[in-house]
């Protein structure tokens, strides 16, 4: 059964504290992305990755980190420089990182208390 | 930068009867993608339709087609004969075909409601 998983769905961080979000696909993609969705709003592309230990930022990096290790792997840590971090996070992956479909996770909501 | 616009914060449509979602985009290029994805209340972004700019012909799937206006920068979204699973956020994307350009440009949605 072919998909995009993220974890946990549901995530509580302090004030101050990194959280790590997963984000694994077993579609044989090469490209992967993040994105974050505030009420209200589309989704903003903070970080994607074209092939394995490679990545790049996009519009709102700023205090986020990805690693791309294996293939099948792009995780997202939110760091304490986030000054915002309350929010909804997708991942999503693509075949290839040029005209193809992007398709999306279930998400994870991350809110900060 | 390109930018999306969907003008109708909200839309609702009777079952079996059939709506248009409004999507309007700005960029200099000639050669783009545009998608409609549908969020429903689990949220998970699911692909409803995606156009190839260079192709005059509308896309269609299933229910669901597109009026694609290049010169007039519109991409807008026919739905028939409207389901009550139907009703989702929706929105417009852009993507741009030039290698580097990998993000998709969100339009802020439309939240569809379809009442039995």
């Known amino acids: 059964d072919g998909g995009i998983t993220q974890s946990p769905k549901y995530l509580f961080r302090k004030e101050g504290q990194n959280v790590t979000l997963s984000c694994e696909q077993n579609?044989?993609?090469?490209?992967m992305y993040w994105y974050r969705q505030d009420p209200g709003q589309g989704l903003r592309l903070i970080y994607y990755?074209?092939?394995?230990?490679?990545?790049q930022k996009g519009d709102i990096a700023e205090g986020y980190s990805v690693s791309r290790e294996k293939k099948e792997s792009f995780p997202l840590t939110v760091t304490s420089a986030q000054k915002n971090p309350t929010a909804f996070y997708l991942c999503?992956?693509?075949?290839?990182?040029?005209?193809?479909?992007?398709?999306f996770g279930p998400g994870t909501r991350l809110t900060v208390l | 930068a390109q930018t999306v616009t969907q003008s109708q914060p909200e839309m609702s449509v009777q079952e079996a009867e059939t709506v248009t979602l409004s999507c309007t985009y700005d960029?200099?290029?000639?050669?783009?993608?545009l998608f409609w994805y549908k969020q429903p209340p689990s949220r998970q972004m699911i692909l409803v339709i995606r156009?190839?700019?260079?192709?005059?012909q509308n896309a269609t799937e299933n229910r669901f087609s597109v009026n694609f206006q290049k010169a007039a920068k519109s991409f807008s979204l026919k739905i028939s004969d409207s389901q009550l699973g139907d009703a989702a956020m929706y929105f417009c994307?852009?993507?741009?075909?030039?290698?580097?350009?990998?993000?998709?440009?969100f339009g802020q949605g439309t939240r569809l409601t379809i009442n039995p």
């Open positions: 156009q190839e700019a260079y192709k005059q």
């Open positions: 999503a992956s693509s075949i290839r990182g040029g005209e193809d479909t992007q398709y």
């Open positions: 960029t200099s290029e000639s050669d783009y993608y």
């Open positions: 994307a852009y993507r741009s075909v030039f290698q580097g350009a990998q993000k998709l440009v």
């Open positions: 579609l044989n993609h090469d490209a």
């Open positions: 990755s074209q092939i394995v230990n490679d990545f």
